[in-house]
């Protein structure tokens, strides 16, 4: 019980704005349970957000705008822009058209190119069209709020576990190195099984859970050979541009099948 608290702890810790002010034992088992309980975590998010957005639709004017700016603004503040931060320095690495071990640097580098900006803006903005094509059109249910963060959580546990690091060093290498793989595996298929049958529970059988997973396999696996070709291994910073990357793949399957 103790270690599943502390996993539960350094999940927050880790990937959240949320102080645990608290050291926490980074062992084998904690790491592993921390990735195993992230995808809960995103949808504890996820909750939180839908929360706010119903209690906005129910009781207060506010315009489909409003609540697109919201959505994308709490995601963003619940992780503390980390993992935003992951596909700034991603784009301003791929787009400086270096050698692998040049873009590799610039990965580490904690300065923000031009590139970098114009990347995040783009995906920002992305995001916000789609949410807000999602709320014009009626499509935006409350249980998406929940189920998309959990599916880019286990996407990036999956993508973590499919490569090596790029360098080794650093927080992802460390990690990596302490993760017991067959397990980690195992929570995240239950995770899929669990959260495609409370979908099913909310909104009765349909095949949108099936084809939102259909579509999260195909990213992981382009997102895993884009990764491979131009930076060699995955690093934490990927890891965070893999959240970002297919949310929004995610939003607009959502957008063009819902």
């Known amino acids: 019980m103790k270690t599943i ?43 939180v957000v839908a929360a706010i957005i119903f ?11 409003l609540l697109t700016f919201m959505i994308v603004g709490l995601f963003a503040f619940f992780t503390g822009g980390l993992h935003l931060d992951g596909f700034i320095d991603m784009g301003d690495a791929y787009f400086s058209y270096r050698d692998r071990e040049k873009r590799l640097e610039i990965l ?53 576990l499919s490569l090596q690091c ?30 495609s049958c409370g979908v099913f529970y909310v909104i009765g059988f349909s095949s949108l859970p099936f084809v939102l997973i259909t579509v999260l396999v195909a990213a992981f696996l382009l997102f895993r050979q884009f990764t491979v070709r131009n930076f060699g291994g995955v690093s934490g910073d990927l890891l965070g541009a893999s959240i970002e990357g297919m949310e929004v793949v995610l939003w607009v399957t959502l957008l063009l099948f819902a």
Request: proline share 4%.
């Open 166 to 195: 790029s360098k080794e060093k650093g927080l992802a290498y460390f990690f990596k190195t302490q993760l017991n793989h067959r397990v980690l595996a195992c929570f995240m298929i239950m995770t899929l099984l669990l959260a």
């Open 5 to 47: 608290w502390h996993s539960i702890l350094l999940a927050f810790q880790f990937f959240t704005v949320l102080p645990v002010h608290k050291e926490i034992p980074l062992s084998k088992k904690t790491i592993t349970g921390m990735f195993a309980f992230l995808p809960w975590i995103g949808a504890l998010m996820g909750a």
């Open 108 to 160: 580490d580098d904690p300065r923000v190119g031009a590139f970098g900006v114009l990347s995040v803006l783009f995906l920002v903005l992305g995001k916000f069209v789609v949410l807000h094509e999602l709320f014009v059109q009626n499509k935006l249910a409350l249980w998406m709020l929940v189920f998309i963060p959990l599916l880019t959580r286990v996407g990036m546990s999956f993508y973590f």
């Open 55 to 65: 209690s906005l639709s129910e009781w207060t004017s506010s315009s489909e705008l």
